[in-house]
């Protein structure tokens, strides 16, 4: 039916098309799809084709026109939605956060590499090892739908490892794979859902954030990686009652922040009309509060205090006995203590928004240059959390 065809390309969220118009004998057929200008020549399938009769429907032509728009710009969106990711935590491969995780993940049609630690490694903050590893292949995308790795340091003896690898380890050994498994880089990192929440000046110390930060550095992966930290307090604590009911509570609680943080990555797609879904050395730390408690979403600062629980705290180090008349060389036993902590919190703080029930999204960069910022940093980071408002309030929230 070609008395005239002519094609045009098209670009949306990275992913590139083509829409191609074939007219002849009173008749126009489009076709949509990723090479649907060679459909005349060599019948290439289109993804979508609608045929239509030019001289017996001049308005409805424009109307269908209009629709082929649309409809081409929701393909590309599908097709742009589903990403390579690297799921990552600093509680262990097997713990119930990541597992919530990877399905949320998975079901909403992402391919999954989990990578991380044998065993849990909280509060080790940005640490990585340079020993040598033994990564174990726990499950394959036949069982739960994602390639799932747990890496250890290899052990002095011949006995089996029993000290898993830091997160930041974990995390980049997991990015590695997800490039052998795709021939390109990840399209984000995520790390978490941790259990317990990394807000203020606690997610300086936290190796959930700290792999995320890792990620977003391009000091380890050879690439800045857009990268996601995930945590939530659990709403009760199995040895503090009924037992069956605590371990249900917190499975509906992890699943609850796994499917905002599968809803959080959709949003952000639909937001990226052009250029990268993060500016380039950024990333995002998300804490969600416990139950059924939640006000809303909200885009914050990090704060300056330490909160655990609820409460501000400081972390101190003490000697417990007179380490300055000490004799030299006699042990003195000290360890972490815990003291309070009133320094003011500064203004729109994720540590006071989390407390008054919301959701906190801080974007978070590993740049520790202080004093002035570069005017590019200024408004890349300007630019970043107006998105991210505009991801939260297209949410609902």
């Not at 699943?255 to 599968?262: E, L, T």
Request: hydrophobic content about 40%.
């Amino acid at each position: 039916m070609s008395a005239l065809s002519y094609f045009l390309p098209f670009e949306l969220l990275s992913v590139k098309g083509q829409i191609s118009i074939h007219s002849g004998q009173g008749s126009t057929l489009i076709c949509i799809g990723p090479f649907a200008s060679l459909f005349s020549i060599a019948r290439i399938p289109c993804i979508l084709t609608i045929n239509f009769t030019v001289a017996r429907e001049p308005i409805n032509m424009i109307k269908k026109l209009t629709r082929v728009a649309v409809l081409s710009s929701v393909l590309a969106a599908g097709q742009a939605s589903a990403f390579n990711i690297v799921l990552s935590n600093d509680d262990g491969w097997s713990s119930d956060g990541i597992q919530a995780m990877k399905k949320a993940l998975v079901d909403s049609g992402h391919s999954v590499v989990l990578s991380a630690s044998l065993t849990e490694q909280s509060g080790s903050s940005a640490a990585f090892n340079t020993d040598s590893l033994v990564v174990v292949k726990q499950r394959g995308i036949e069982d739960e739908g994602a390639l799932e790795y747990s890496v250890a340091l290899e052990p002095e003896d011949e006995g089996e490892p029993t000290e898993g690898a830091e997160p930041v380890t974990a995390a980049m050994l997991g990015v590695n794979i997800a490039r052998d498994a795709t021939g390109g880089d990840p399209d984000f990192v995520v790390s978490g859902i941790n259990d317990g929440q990394n807000l203020g000046a606690a997610s300086q110390l936290s190796a959930t954030v700290g792999a995320a930060t890792a990620a977003i550095s391009g000091a380890f992966a050879g690439a800045q990686i857009p990268a996601i930290a995930v945590s939530t307090d659990p709403p009760c604590r199995p040895s503090e009652g009924d037992a069956g009911a605590c371990e249900d509570e917190i499975a509906a609680q992890f699943a609850k922040v796994a499917q905002f943080v599968a809803e959080f990555i959709e949003e952000l797609a639909a937001q990226t009309v052009d250029g990268p879904l993060m500016p380039p050395g950024f990333g995002v730390n998300i804490n969600y509060p416990p139950g059924d408690s939640v006000n809303r979403a909200t885009v914050n600062r990090q704060g300056l205090t330490f909160v655990n629980g609820g409460n501000v705290i400081s972390l101190q180090f003490r000697c417990k006995g007179d380490c300055v008349a000490a004799p030299k060389g006699e042990p003195i036993p000290g360890g972490l203590g815990g003291g309070g902590y009133s320094a003011e919190e500064v203004d729109n703080a994720d540590t006071t928004s989390n407390t008054a029930g919301n959701i906190t999204v801080v974007a978070i960069a590993p740049d520790y240059t202080a004093g002035s910022v570069t005017e590019r940093a200024m408004t890349s980071g300007y630019l970043f959390n107006n998105k991210l408002a505009n991801v939260l309030r297209a949410m609902g929230y």
